[in-house]
């Protein structure tokens, strides 16, 4: 059995790339990603992928920031320090808006700060995930999982068609910068 984990077809143009996505899914061959060193309009819709569920997190982020706000005014104006100026009711809302705000606000930046390093794995210290280092500069790189897909030829014929550049068998997942 071949230790290949990773085809990889290397294409120096999008258009090149995008033929190569259509004849690949033609040939029914599952492609594992695609890396490029810009982002191509349409591509996630090719690929069949799904939509982000960035905006979930980022309204719960938010929400958190509203109720601490919340919940740090009702504390601190009826529960530590309650105090009654000129017979002024303690709970006036439109006082609490700026620090609501502020704080949902807060919140959100900060959240999704955290959640983008921790998606993207690249937290500090990390060496970086890259199947091909080109990928990141003027290649386009389609990544095919050879485990799943036994026929290695079909699919090296396939993306040569295409107009693949170089195409390599990767034994490992990820090529590191050292």
């Known amino acids: 059995m071949s230790n290949t984990k990773y085809i990889l077809g290397s294409f120096e143009h999008p258009d090149d790339l995008m033929d190569g996505i259509d004849k690949l899914q033609k040939a029914n061959i599952s492609i594992y990603d695609v890396y490029t060193p810009m982002p191509i309009h349409g591509i996630e819709a090719k690929l069949g992928v799904p939509p ?5 997190a980022a309204f719960i982020f938010g929400l958190t920031g509203t109720l601490s706000g919340i919940s740090l005014l009702y504390y601190t104006q009826y529960k530590d320090w309650p105090m009654i100026i000129g017979g002024k009711p303690a709970a006036a809302l439109p006082d609490w808006v700026p620090v609501t705000f502020e704080l949902t606000i807060l919140f959100c930046a900060l959240g999704m700060v955290a959640t983008y390093y921790f998606r993207n794995h690249l937290f500090p210290g990390r060496a970086p995930r890259v199947m ?23 699919i090296e014929s396939l993306l040569k068609d295409a107009g693949a550049v170089d195409v390599l068998h990767n034994e490992r997942k990820y090529v590191s910068y050292e």
Not at 52 to 56: A, E, F, K, M, V
């Open 52 to 56: 982000s569920r960035l905006p979930i």
């Open 132 to 154: 091909d280092l080109r990928a990141t500069d003027d290649r386009f790189v389609v990544a095919i999982d050879a485990k799943e897909n036994s026929n290695h030829e079909e």
